[in-house]
């Protein structure tokens, strides 16, 4: 008797973790959100049904906290999710590889790379597009240099936006 009971209750809590298991796995479609969350994710509406499962739950995060951001901070927000979505596939795929690569830099080449970002970003527009020509050269694709003008390479001791 007791063997059955406790084959039972561990049925059933085998049960409840695969349950709870597949739960978490649906998709989560635009419609799931709350009102806010599609408030905050406004400019991904259109492409939220091509996001991967771990894309849409970084996105849910961010509007979960976007209500406890400064202004400054939920402009900047909106800002990149606005050029997010300009993005190709293939332009947002080198942004996210080019992330890895700065986030496995030792701290002092991230510093560099941050003073460097600050120096081109003083330049003149007219220098800059020169700069981003040359860079170009014999690739597909212009410069992106407006596309994410407000991107800063993480800070040693600051975690990512």
Do not use: C
Request: cysteine-free; glycine content about 4%.
């Amino acid at each position: 008797m007791a063997k059955a009971l406790l084959g039972i209750v561990l049925w059933l809590l085998l049960s409840i973790s695969v349950s709870a298991a597949t739960a978490s796995k649906k998709p989560l479609s635009w419609q799931a959100l709350s009102v806010e969350q599609q408030t905050v994710l406004a400019p991904l509406s259109s492409g939220w049904d091509g996001f991967s499962s771990q894309r849409k739950k970084m996105w849910v995060d961010i509007a979960t906290r976007y209500p406890g951001m400064d202004v400054e901070d939920q402009a900047k927000v909106q800002r990149r999710m606005q050029r997010w979505v300009k993005l190709s596939q293939e332009e947002r795929r080198t942004v996210r590889e080019n992330f890895k690569k700065i986030s496995k830099l030792p701290p002092e080449k991230k510093q560099s790379l941050v003073q460097e970002w600050d120096e081109y970003r003083k330049l003149p527009e007219e220098q800059r597009l020169k700069l981003g020509a040359s860079n170009q050269s014999g690739k597909k694709g212009a410069d992106k240099s407006a596309v994410i003008s407000d991107v800063q390479v993480p800070s040693p001791q600051s975690p990512p936006n």
